[in-house]
Nanobody, 125 residues
Framework: QVQLVESGGGLVQAGGSLRLSCAASGRTFSDYDMGWFRQAPGKEREFVAVIDWSGRRTYGADSVKGRFTISRDNAKNTVYLQMNGLKPEDTAVYYC??????????????????WGQGTQVTVSS
């Protein structure tokens, strides 16, 4: 079992920054890859970024490349999503998720085994 708790969401003006955190507990943190997803009202949940178990490999959606950075601290059992240059279209509930298949770097929601409860990010224009 893996428990995930997101934090750091909030309201920010366009062009601003936020850093989301996701604290994990349960299984050894370096046993799994971590991803960030988001879901806007009326839309399907979509992939944002993923980082492998070691922190050495990352992959992000085209819509956030150059603006968002995913990282992890295995000593703190935490994954981060640094979001810069925020746009109104980034408004969504952001979820972190754990994929027990180490190194898969998947962008598919169905590949993830555990999910957090989500944190709201709202970007005003």
């Amino acid at each position: 079992q893996v428990q995930l708790v997101e934090s750091g969401g909030g309201l920010v003006q366009a062009g601003g920054s936020l850093r989301l955190s996701c604290a994990a507990s349960g299984r050894t943190f370096s046993d799994y890859d971590m991803g960030w997803f988001r879901q806007a009202p009326g839309k399907e949940r979509e992939f944002v970024a993923v980082i492998d178990w070691s922190g050495r490999r990352t992959y992000g959606a085209d819509s956030v490349k150059g603006r968002f950075t995913i990282s992890r601290d295995n000593a703190k059992n935490t994954v981060y999503l640094q979001m810069n240059g925020l746009k109104p279209e980034d408004t969504a509930v952001y979820y972190c998720a754990a994929d027990l298949r180490r190194g898969s770097l998947s962008s598919a929601t169905g590949a993830y085994d555990y999910w957090g409860q989500g944190t709201q990010v709202t970007v005003s224009s």
